[in-house]
């Protein structure tokens, strides 16, 4: 008799406004080659995390140890409230500038935005793999739903992994659920679906 088949299910539990909805391209897999690197991905900011936002020639304008709140804003002087969630390093430097530019505050601001403290970023995988729970995912580099489930310790023998289910947290709190095969690629089948594996996180 056939074992039942169960779905994995996985949440992401935080709000990845960081990350597009769709998935990324599947890595290039040669046979014999050295294990591809992580592909870095550029820190986007996101909520709880907090900053250190400086101006040149302006250190009364310096503030340290902000965090950025659950609408996504931080508090600066004169400017007050200034959306940067979802924002790269880079971008958020140039909307702090040009926010000072329009204000009349400062002709050319040299704005210098740093991260003293990432916000958690974390994953709950439950179903039929060998270590439930909660896991962290790194900040700055592709992770992926292959790589989740090989931190999870793999799938249980039950598990149906052409059908893991993936449910993300939208920016606006709603959810969307994707549907993927993450077997295929891990046996190294060359199917339609192997992409899936590399659906990031």
């Known amino acids: 008799p056939m074992k039942p088949i169960s779905l994995l299910f996985l949440c992401l539990a935080v709000c990845t406004t960081l990350n597009s909805a769709s998935a990324a391209p599947a890595l290039s897999q040669n046979p014999g080659?050295?294990?591809?690197?992580?592909k870095y991905v550029p820190y986007r900011i996101t909520r709880g995390d907090r900053l250190s936002v400086s101006l040149l020639g302006e250190p009364d304008l310096r503030a340290g140890g902000i965090r950025v709140e659950a609408i996504g804003t931080v508090n600066l002087s004169l400017i007050q409230n200034i959306r940067l969630v979802g924002l790269t390093i880079a971008e958020a430097q140039d909307a702090i500038a040009k926010a000072y530019r329009e204000g009349r505050f400062l002709r050319n601001p040299q704005?210098?935005?740093?991260?003293?403290?990432?916000?958690p970023r974390t994953v709950h995988i439950t179903g039929k793999v060998n270590v439930q729970g909660r896991q962290e995912i790194?900040?700055?580099?592709?992770?992926?739903?292959?790589?989740?489930?090989?931190?999870?310790?793999?799938f249980s023998d039950t598990a149906k992994?052409?059908?893991?289910?993936?449910?993300?947290?939208?920016?606006?709190?709603?959810?969307?659920?994707?549907?993927?095969?993450?077997?295929?690629?891990?046996?190294?089948?060359?199917?339609?679906?192997?992409?899936?594996?590399?659906?990031?996180?």
């Open 111 to 119: 704005v210098t935005v740093s991260i003293e403290d990432y916000s």
């Open 33 to 38: 080659s050295a294990k591809p690197e992580k």
């Open 138 to 154: 790194p900040a700055d580099t592709e992770f992926t739903i292959k790589d989740l489930i090989g931190k999870a310790g793999g």
């Open 161 to 201: 992994g052409t059908a893991v289910r993936v449910t993300r947290i939208m920016p606006d709190g709603s959810s969307r659920t994707f549907v993927l095969d993450v077997e295929s690629a891990l046996k190294g089948k060359d199917t339609s679906t192997a992409k899936d594996a590399a659906f990031v996180l």
